[in-house]
């Protein structure tokens, strides 16, 4: 059974980088899925971010501020979400999540993340 | 512009059904989604990926108890004999070449 765990530190500091990793265990990043990021402010919905496939095709949300990559390791069997240029809007719980054609599949645990000095 | 339109809260009582609802912008009533739900301090989970046809297919381990339909551009979700761990945030979501969309989102209430 595929499961997905994030991890990443839990502060950052204003106009600083934000970094989180997703492990994908019980299957193969290099599946035919795509893989995910979405965040969620503190009282709010959900919000896509980015997504990988592991050709190395990604798509981002055009509505970001804050500048976002996401990438992926093979040999690791993870991928990972790097925000420059953090600010408080940025405060969050980030999930990482499997995408099968368009749909959200399945979700990790989520990590928060708080921006601030 | 791909819109997915929920409203904010619902509610129902302890052992009733209850029917929610996901409206898919003017253009996009063929469109699929998805429904997810969130309970309190957790991660959402994937409940249903339901079709304009009202098709549907549900994720592991979901009971029978969640259904989905569709009429037009109404997105249904059906919850059955509800339990109090279904108080939660329900989320519909779909997508359009590269692009997700969530909806607002649904707080459900059980009375």
């Known amino acids: 059974q595929v499961q997905l765990q994030e991890s990443g530190p839990g502060l950052v500091k204003p106009s600083g980088t934000l970094s989180l990793t997703c492990a994908v265990s019980g299957g193969s990043i290099s599946s035919s899925n795509w893989w995910s990021w979405v965040r969620q402010s503190p009282g709010k919905g959900l919000e896509w971010i980015a997504e990988i496939h592991h050709s190395g095709n990604t798509n981002y949300n055009p509505s970001l501020k804050s500048p976002v990559t996401i990438s992926l390791d093979k040999s690791k069997n993870q991928f990972s979400l790097t925000l420059t240029s953090v600010t408080a809007a940025d405060t969050a719980v980030y999930y990482c999540?499997?995408?099968?054609?368009?749909?959200?599949?399945?979700w990790g645990q989520g990590t928060l993340v708080t921006v601030s000095s | 512009q791909l819109v997915l339109t929920q409203p904010p809260s619902a509610s129902a009582s302890l052992g009733a059904s209850v029917k929610l609802t996901c409206t898919l912008s003017s253009g996009h009533n063929m469109y699929s989604i998805a429904w997810h739900r969130q309970q309190p301090e957790k991660a959402p989970r994937y409940l249903m990926k339901l079709n304009g046809d009202g098709s549907h297919s549900k994720g592991d381990g979901i009971p029978d108890r969640f259904s989905g339909s569709s009429s037009g551009a109404e997105r249904y979700l059906t919850i059955s004999s509800l339990q109090s761990d279904d108080e939660a945030d329900y989320y519909c979501?779909?997508?359009?070449?590269?692009?997700?969309?969530f909806g607002g989102g649904t707080k459900l209430t059980v009375l």
């Open positions: 999540a499997r995408v099968d054609a368009g749909c959200y599949n399945l």
């Open positions: 979501q779909t997508w359009y070449g590269s692009v997700r969309v």
